[in-house]
């Protein structure tokens, strides 16, 4: 068993939960005692999310969103303390990508990752912190990415969207400080997950990949969970504005 603060009780919006980073988060937030509520776009994948809270005596609830929608957002956050009372603990973990040179990417596939990854995370955060600072406070953990910090081929709107991410992470976080809502963010190495495999399935990227990274392997979405429950814990109640990069030392060897 990993890291396990004392998150007993409180209520904790993870989009992107039906799978990957964001399935992992759910699930360690459950088994800390968080009520999970699971959003993204697909209906069973967040039951199947639900269920295995369920399953180990853990409280969660589905509300399939769209973080392109704002009426969606709204109504996430509506469903939320309609469910369960208040909201503790936001991870904004969906985001979205094309794996393609920016000569190629389209207008509109530009549109969808920064209304995704950046407009969604920045209209949620706002309409869940409305709630939190009612309450006496919260936390925000947006996931971002190595990506915020270094350019490279093939995924460059997603990189620039990161990059936002990380500084709407430091703005959030200085004005929302003095309402107690405190606003951090984890950014993963490469992960194996769904939304990597493109890279990582490749073993001679693979191979190139790893070379790089000190720690001598790619994570595991076990590795990025500690992160954000220690960003959501009492041990983190006087950090904001900051980023914990979760990449086995990646970044530090660049
Ligand atoms: N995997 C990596 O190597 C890696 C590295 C660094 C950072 N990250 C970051 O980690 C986070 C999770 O990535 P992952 O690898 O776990 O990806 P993933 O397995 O592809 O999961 C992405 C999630 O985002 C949801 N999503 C996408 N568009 C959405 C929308 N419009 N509305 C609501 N939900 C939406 C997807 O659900 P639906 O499609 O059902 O909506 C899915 O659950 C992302 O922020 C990613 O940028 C990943």
Wanted: glycine share 10%; with cysteine.
């Amino acid at each position: 068993m990993g890291y396990q603060p004392d998150l007993t009780g409180r209520v904790a919006i993870v989009t992107g939960a039906g799978k990957g980073i964001g399935k992992a988060v759910a699930l360690a937030l459950a088994s800390s005692g968080a009520k999970v509520v699971a959003a993204s776009r697909t209906q069973e994948e967040l039951d199947a999310t639900a269920d295995e809270i369920r399953s180990q005596a853990g409280e969660a609830a589905v509300i399939p969103t769209d973080l392109t929608k704002s009426d969606q957002i709204e109504a996430l956050v509506e469903g939320t303390v309609a469910s369960f009372g208040r909201i503790d603990i936001l991870v904004n973990n969906a985001a979205r990508s094309f794996f393609r040179p920016l000569m190629d990417l389209r207008e509109d596939g530009f549109d969808k990752i920064f209304d995704t990854n950046v407009k969604g995370t920045f209209l949620l955060s706002r309409a869940a912190a409305k709630v939190m600072m009612k309450d006496g406070g919260g936390r925000i953990v947006n996931i971002t990415s190595v990506a915020a910090e270094r350019g490279g081929p093939m995924m460059g709107v997603y990189n620039a969207s990161k990059a936002a991410v990380k500084m709407l992470t430091m703005c959030m976080a200085t004005e929302w400080a003095p309402m107690n809502v405190l606003v951090n963010a984890v950014g993963p190495g490469m992960t194996r997950t769904h939304f990597s495999r493109p890279i990582w399935a490749n073993p001679e990227i693979e191979r190139q990949l790893v070379s790089r990274i000190p720690q001598g392997r790619l994570a595991e979405t076990s590795d990025i969970v500690g992160a954000v429950l220690f960003l959501c814990s009492e041990g983190a109640a006087y950090i904001t504005g900051q980023t914990i990069y979760v990449d086995g030392g990646g970044l530090a060897n660049t």
